[in-house]
C-alpha cells in the first residue's frame, strides 16, 4: 500500500503540475481532495503542454483512475469542458470517477465570487472568480448542493428552485445585478448530469478499497499551504484545505492511511492575488524573475508577484503537512542571476520571530533576514544527477533543507519529464 500527497509550500504555482506528472506515471490512482476550477496545473508530456483546472493530472496515464474527491467544489461546465478538450486529443475518459457528495458550482457562485470580490473594495481578495468561496460558503450553510441532488432530477429542481430564489434576492440587492432564469439554469445542469452520470460514484468507497488492494495512490494537492482557509495568509486565502491534512475531509481517506507528503517548494517565490508577502521584489529582480520564469496565472493570466525563496514558509508548511520530501521546482529560472537571497527569519521590531505570524499586520511588517548566495550563472538543464549540479546550486539547496528541516527528494532543472533529479527513490 502506498499513498503520497503532494501539497504546495508557499502560495500556489509552484510547479506541482510538473511533480505530480512524474509520481502520476507510477500511480493507479490519482486524487484531487480539495479546490476545484481554480487550480491550474500545466503539464508538458511527450513535449505537448496539457493545462488541467479541475481534472486530476492522472488522465494523461493509460490505465489511471482519476478521482475528483468529495471535498472538491465541482464545476460540472468546466470539467465537462476539460473533458471534451482531451477527448478530442485522443486522451482516454474512462478513468474518471467523481464523487456524489461533491459540492456542484452553480451560475450563481461564479456571479456572487466575481461581484462579491469586487465590492470588497481595497480589501479585495482577488479571487480567481471560479465561484469556489461562494460554493463552499453555501456547504458550510448547508443549502448546497451536491452532485448526488444534480443526479436525481426532482431533488435538483426543488433544491434550485429554493436557492435560486434566496440568490436571486442576494443579486439584485447587494449587487444590483439581473436575476438569473431558474428554468434555463434548470436545464443547463440537467443536462450536465445526463453526460456527467456515467462517471458518478461513491469515491469514498472506492478509495478505501483500493488502498486495501494495495494501488499507489496519489493525491494532487490544488493551490498550497500560504493559501490554506485557517493556517494562511488569512483572509488572502483560497476556501479550502490544501495542506496535507485536507486528504482526510476532502477524499474519505484516514490519516493513518497516507505514507508519504512531498511539498513542493519553488526555488523562488511568488503569489496571486493581494495579501502580504515579505520576500516579495517590487524591482528589477522581480521583473527578471517573472520575465524568466514566466509568471504568469494560468487560469486567469495575471501577472504573479514575485519575489526571493522564504524559507520561514516553508518550514511553517514542512511542519504543517508533515512533509517527508521537498521536491524544488524551477531552479533552473535562477541561473543567470549574479546573486541569489534566501529569507532564512522574519524580524519583527528588532526580535527575531519564530513564528509565522497570525496578524497580517504583523506579517506585512516582517522584515526578512536573508542569507545571499553567488549565482552559478550556467544552465543547468541537462544536468541529470544531484553530483554534477553546479556546487553553487547545491549550496543553494543544502542551505534550504538545513533552514525548512525537510530532506531534498526531487530537483527540477527544467520543465520537461527527463529534466528532473531524483534523490529519493522511495517516494512510492
Ligand atoms: P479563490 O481560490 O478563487 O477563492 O481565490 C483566493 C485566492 O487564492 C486568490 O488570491 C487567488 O489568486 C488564489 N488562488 C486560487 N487558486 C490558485 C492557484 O491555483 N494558484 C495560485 N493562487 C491561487
Not at 18 to 31: E, G, S, T
Not at 144 to 165: F, H, P, S, T, Y
Not at 198 to 224: H, R
Not at 266 to 285: D, S
Request: with cysteine.
Amino acid at each position: 500500500m502506498s499513498c503520497v500527497v503532494v501539497t504546495g509550500t508557499q502560495w500556489g504555482d509552484e510547479g506541482k503540475g510538473k511533480i505530480v506528472d512524474y509520481l502520476a506515471q507510477q500511480a493507479n490512482v490519482v486524487v484531487r481532495f480539495q479546490g476545484g476550477s481554480n487550480a491550474g496545473h500545466t503539464v508538458v508530456v511527450g513535449g505537448e503542454a496539457y493545462k488541467l483546472r479541475l481534472m486530476p493530472s492522472g488522465i494523461l496515464y493509460k490505465g489511471s483512475l482519476c478521482v475528483v474527491g468529495n471535498g472538491v467544489a465541482f464545476d460540472p461546465m468546466i470539467m465537462l469542458e476539460e473533458m471534451d478538450a482531451l477527448k478530442k486529443r485522443g486522451i482516454d475518459l474512462s478513468g474518471i470517477r467523481i464523487s456524489n457528495r461533491a459540492h456542484v458550482v452553480l451560475p450563481y457562485h461564479r456571479i456572487m465570487d466575481g461581484v462579491g470580490d469586487e465590492a470588497r473594495g481595497k480589501e479585495k481578495i482577488g479571487t480567481t472568480k471560479r465561484g469556489i468561496g461562494p460554493c463552499y460558503m453555501d456547504r458550510d450553510n448547508r443549502i448546497g448542493i451536491r452532485v448526488c441532488d444534480l443526479m436525481d432530477k426532482d431533488e435538483l429542481a426543488k433544491r434550485l428552485k429554493e436557492n435560486m430564489a434566496r440568490k436571486n434576492k442576494e443579486l439584485q440587492a447587494l449587487y444590483g445585478h439581473e436575476p438569473l432564469d431558474y428554468d434555463a439554469v434548470l436545464a443547463e445542469y440537467l443536462g450536465y448530469a445526463e453526460r456527467l452520470r456515467p462517471y458518478v460514484c461513491d469515491t469514498i468507497a472506492l478509495l478505501n478499497e483500493e488502498i486495501k488492494a494495495g494501488s499507489k495512490i496519489l493525491f494532487e494537492g490544488a493551490q498550497a499551504t500560504m493559501l490554506d482557509i485557517d493556517y494562511g495568509t488569512y483572509p488572502y486565502v483560497t476556501a479550502s484545505h490544501p495542506i496535507s491534512g485536507g486528504v482526510g475531509v476532502g477524499a474519505g481517506v484516514a490519516p493513518n492511511r497516507i505514507d508519504k507528503v512531498v511539498g513542493i517548494v519553488k526555488a523562488y517565490c511568488t503569489r496571486v492575488g493581494e495579501g502580504p508577502f515579505p520576500t516579495e521584489q517590487l524591482n528589477a529582480i522581480g521583473e527578471k524573475i517573472r520575465t524568466d520564469g514566466h509568471e504568469f496565472g494560468v487560469v486567469t493570466g495575471r501577472p504573479r508577484r514575485t519575489g526571493w525563496l522564504d524559507a520561514c514558509v516553508v518550514r511553517y508548511a514542512g511542519l504543517l503537512s508533515g512533509i517527508d520530501y521537498m521536491a524544488v521546482t524551477r531552479l533552473d529560472i535562477l541561473d543567470d542571476f549574479d546573486e541569489i537571497k534566501m529569507c532564512v527569519a522574519y524580524k519583527y521590531k528588532g526580535e527575531i520571530l519564530n513564528e509565522i505570524p497570525a496578524s497580517l499586520k504583523v506579517l506585512a511588517k516582517v522584515e526578512p533576514v536573508y542569507e545571499t548566495f553567488a549565482g552559478w550563472k550556467t544552465s543547468i538543464r541537462k544536468v541529470r544527477s544531484y553530483d554534477d549540479l553546479p556546487e553553487k546550486a547545491k549550496q543553494y539547496l543544502t542551505r534550504m533543507a538545513e533552514v525548512t528541516g525537510i530532506a531534498l527528494g526531487i530537483v527540477s532543472v527544467g520543465p520537461n519529464r527527463d529534466e528532473t533529479i531524483v534523490l529519493a527513490k522511495d517516494i512510492f
